[in-house]
């Protein structure tokens, strides 16, 4: 993971660093590359790290449509289930909302099993 990262430039590599140090602080949490980004898991995936262009990191989780948004920070982008946020400085990341989410996104993957949605076709 820590080589992912390392091979990012200016801001993108700043906010996946602090990102990543922030995720991996919740127990029992396994980080791994997946379609090629760093995704985040325990009992199933929680949240992932989309490098966008112009040197932008978007944190976005993959039960989104499941989780709160009190504080207002994820946008669904027309996605149906994933929700997302995305910084482009360490400097603007609201810290006390961020970890607000990943806590309930956590809770969530604790207490409610994952069902998929997708049609299954015979």
């Given at each position: 993971?820590?080589?992912?990262?390392?091979e990012?430039?200016?801001?993108?590599?700043?906010?996946?660093?602090?990102?990543?140090?922030?995720?991996?602080?919740?127990?029992?949490?396994?980080?791994?590359i997946?379609?090629?980004?760093?995704?985040?898991?325990?009992?199933?995936?929680i949240?992932?790290?989309?490098?966008?262009?112009?040197?932008?990191?978007?944190l976005?989780?993959?039960?989104?449509?499941?989780?709160?948004?009190e504080?207002?920070?994820?946008?669904a982008?027309?996605?149906?289930?994933?929700?997302?946020?995305?910084?482009?400085?360490?400097?603007?990341?609201?810290?006390?909302s961020?970890?607000?989410?990943?806590?309930e996104?956590?809770?969530?993957?604790?207490?409610?099993?994952?069902?998929?949605?997708?049609?299954?076709?015979?």
């Open positions: 993971m820590q080589i992912y990262i390392e990012k430039d200016g801001n993108q590599k700043a906010i996946m660093q602090q990102l990543h140090q922030t995720i991996i602080r919740f127990p029992e949490v396994t980080a791994k997946r379609y090629k980004i760093p995704f985040y898991y325990r009992k199933s995936w949240c992932y790290l989309n490098p966008v262009k112009d040197d932008k990191v978007e976005a989780f993959t039960r989104g449509n499941e989780l709160s948004n504080q207002g920070l994820l946008q982008n027309g996605r149906k289930q994933v929700r997302g946020v995305i910084f482009d400085d360490t400097n603007e990341i609201p810290w006390d961020l970890n607000e989410i990943l806590q996104a956590f809770l969530l993957d604790e207490e409610v099993k994952y069902a998929s949605k997708r049609k299954r076709y015979r």
